[in-house]
């Protein structure tokens, strides 16, 4: 007997077809929403002001089933500058304002990776 199991993500907003699952974290909890692409953006659009303001402390990885996790460096600072290069070249070719040197806008960062760049 054979048999197709199908696994489809649901946002969990508008109970559409979702795209993709983003984690976030605030106060210390962490969490994972399944979203549509637009409602992905909106979520990273809203937030885009505090994490432009806020400082990175790395990436939190949970290891196993278990409640522990630990703290996962963040990129360094040759994979860093490759992307933010990447992220230039990707807003010239959008006839996007973007500076050649510096901090780049966050806005800029969000753009790229809504629109699959990592």
């Known amino acids: 007997m054979a048999k197709r ?15 993709t699952s983003v984690t976030f974290g605030m106060d210390g909890a962490h969490y994972t929403i399944d979203l549509t692409s637009a409602n992905a953006e909106r ?6 002001p ?4 806020a ?3 790395g990436r939190i990885s949970h290891a196993g089933r ?6 996962v460096p963040v990129r360094s600072a040759a994979d860093e500058a490759a992307r933010n290069q990447a992220i230039r070249t990707w807003a010239r070719e959008h006839e996007l304002a973007v500076s050649d040197r510096g901090r780049l806008r966050q ?3 969000v753009r790229f990776e809504a629109a699959g760049g990592r």
């Open 5 to 19: 199991v199908v696994e489809e993500l649901v946002d969990d907003l508008d109970g559409g077809r979702a795209d």
């Open 43 to 48: 979520l990273r659009a809203a937030l885009a």
């Open 50 to 53: 505090y994490v432009a303001a």
């Open 55 to 57: 400082a990175k402390i």
């Open 66 to 71: 278990g409640r522990t996790t630990t703290r």
């Open 107 to 109: 806005d800029l960062i």
